[in-house]
């Protein structure tokens, strides 16, 4: 007879599957809509390196959005359609105002502007409030990663590399460690 614990890993194992299926399932449906409307976006942080093929998990996405007057309109009526939210206490268009931006970033010490969703806990979006890196070079170095019938814009392999270099945060190194590590398998 299996001890008791064994079916509470069991328990626990299904509903982390569960999980991340319901996360994929977000993720793919906030992607499909940006690239339904056109939105000019990158893919970065933990989800590019799982697309990139490394496992690991993730509670949000991080997108880059080129800063573009009406490529940002455009995106935060997506989000707003999707019933996205803003973590502070701001109107998500706030994010279009460059002035705004700038203050968060010189005064609020922010990097990026948080959403979420009421009806799906513990998943948020994080806009970078500046473009740290040059967007169109990004841009067309990125992949077109097919998820499920939804064309999805990630960043490049080294520019993501580089991007978890300056960043440095732990889980970043990591990142940087099996990302190199998937490069030199692939021979990149």
């Known amino acids: ?3 008791s614990g064994f079916y509470a890993g069991q328990a626990l194992a299904a509903a982390w599957v569960d999980r991340l299926a319901v996360m ?3 993720i793919e449906k906030t992607l499909g809509a940006l690239t ?3 939105v000019r976006y990158l893919v970065v942080g933990g989800v590019a390196v799982v697309l990139h093929g490394h496992l690991r998990t993730t509670l949000d996405l ?5 800063l573009d007057q009406d490529n940002l309109v455009t995106a935060l009526k997506v989000f707003a359609d999707l019933g996205f939210q803003p973590q502070v206490p701001v109107p998500l268009l706030s994010f279009a105002d460059s002035e705004n931006r700038e203050a968060w970033t010189h005064q609020k010490n922010m990097t990026v502007f948080s959403l979420w969703h009421p009806d799906f806990q513990g998943f948020a979006v ?3 409030i500046q473009e740290p890196f040059n967007f169109e070079l ?3 170095r990125a992949l ?3 998820l499920h019938g939804i064309e999805a814009t990630v960043i490049s392999l080294p520019d993501l ?3 978890k270099r300056i960043a440095g945060r732990p889980q970043d190194q990591i990142d940087v460690e099996a990302l190199l590590e998937l490069r030199g398998r692939h021979g990149g």
Do not use: G, T, W
């Open 126 to 128: 994080d806009l970078f």
């Open 144 to 146: 077109v990663v097919n």
């Open 161 to 163: 590399i580089e991007m």
């Open 138 to 140: 990004a841009y067309d």
């Open 1 to 3: 007879m299996a001890p």
């Open 62 to 66: 991080d997108l880059v959005l080129h």
């Open 36 to 38: 339904a409307a056109k």
């Open 24 to 26: 994929q399932s977000r």
